[in-house]
């Protein structure tokens, strides 16, 4: 069982960086896929990024080059940092957890976080 709790949130200006943080409770987080999904109003929740526990990574096409996702095994952490936000990257963002290998798919998931507001205003 693992329990993942986000933080980082906020309101920032386009142009502007911030950094996401998903703590994970429970055992064995070195061996689990982490991902980070978002949610806009209105809109259907769609993969970010992505980190496997042998630390590849995978980005949606509308973030590469922008965003960067890592993981501190020691602290049992996942981050998202996101530079040169826009203001469609305004959405709700979710961690998600999974022993499986990477999918991009939210149902291959089991594991989610409550979410944390992201807002980027123009």
């Known amino acids: 069982q693992v329990q993942l709790v986000e933080s980082g949130g906020g309101l920032v200006e386009a142009g502007n960086s911030l950094r996401l943080s998903c703590a994970a409770s429970?055992?064995?987080?070195?061996?689990?896929?982490m991902a980070w999904f978002r949610q806009a109003p209105g809109k259907e929740r769609e993969f970010v990024a992505a980190i496997s526990w042998t630390a590849i990574t995978y980005y949606a096409d509308s973030v590469q080059g922008r965003f960067t996702i890592s993981r501190d095994n020691a602290k049992n952490t996942v981050y998202l940092q996101m530079n040169k936000l826009k203001p469609e990257d305004t959405a709700v963002y979710f961690c998600a957890a999974d022993q499986r290998f990477y999918s991009r798919q939210e149902g291959s998931y089991n594991y989610w976080g409550q979410g944390t507001q992201v807002t980027v205003s123009s």
């Open positions: 429970g055992r064995a987080f070195s061996t689990y896929t």
